[in-house]
């Protein structure tokens, strides 16, 4: 009976050493394969991800809005906190002469003066990134790139990026952009600018892109932020009329009128 008792503990011993192996066995080819798997399917996405750059940079490049002078009006309503009335609502006309000149007048405010601060600085801050041409493009100059998804904004397939800037300067974002599968266009930016003005804190931005008279241009921002001393902020911006456009520089005195 003893003999039997100890065989039986053998057997049973060496049926969980067994198993244990079995388990350890296991532990070890998933700690194998998993970053195998992995490093797999980073390798599938890098050569589209590269594509998907190629193509961006490329038709950025080739962008009529780069080229051509136009001039926009755009309306500006600016919120305090949850309240769905505007505490202001401002006009501005925005004209920009290739290759990097960015000009603006504010043409109508109603209601606080503080809508009108906080407009002139979002403009001037498009004025300041528009001198410096190429250095806050959407592209491997200036930004490192992670492929997230495909998804549909809209009907439209997209390709949803995580942008990186390379350098900690004005006018960078960090965030997410939607970039057509077809075009290759940037049609939405969601992000955080990098640097803001001192008396602007936690500002994050939404762009969305159109095409405007055969421009590939913005047609809507929104932004919410907080400004010191005074509480949270947002900041809806629309195009009221289509971009006046022209194919030679325009006599900025009697066209523009910024």
């Known amino acids: 009976m003893r003999e039997s008792t100890a065989q039986g503990h053998v057997i049973g011993w060496m049926m969980g050493k067994r198993y244990g192996l079995i388990v350890l066995l296991s532990l070890m080819a998933s700690a194998w394969v998993f970053p ?42 600016v919120f305090r906190r949850n309240d769905p009335k505007p505490i202001s609502d401002v006009t501005a006309q925005v004209c920009f002469t290739p290759p990097d000149t960015k000009t603006f007048r504010i043409t109508d405010v109603q209601g606080s003066s503080t809508g009108e601060r906080i407009v002139s600085a979002v403009l001037e801050h498009e004025i300041a990134s528009a001198k410096e041409g190429h250095q806050h493009d959407i592209s491997r100059t200036n930004y490192d790139f992670v492929f997230l998804r495909e998804q549909n904004f809209g009907v439209v397939p997209e390709y949803v990026l995580h942008i990186i800037p390379k350098r900690n300067e004005k006018g960078l974002l960090l965030g997410d952009i939607w970039v057509d599968a077809e075009t290759h266009r940037v049609r939405q930016i969601i992000g955080v600018p990098l640097k803001t003005p001192l008396w602007i804190k936690d500002l994050h931005i939404t762009v969305q892109f159109a095409a405007v008279n055969g421009m590939w241009i913005p047609f809507s921002v929104d932004a919410i932020a907080t400004v010191r001393f005074l509480g949270i902020y947002s900041l809806s911006a629309v195009d009221l009329e289509p971009p006046i456009a022209g194919s030679s520089p325009p006599n900025l005195d009697k066209q523009c009128l910024c």
């Open 36 to 77: 195998y798997l992995l490093h797999a399917q980073e390798a599938a996405t890098q050569p589209k991800l590269n594509s998907i750059l190629d193509s961006l940079e490329r038709t950025g490049e080739q962008n009529p809005a780069l080229s051509r002078h136009y001039d926009v009006t755009r309306e500006y309503k």
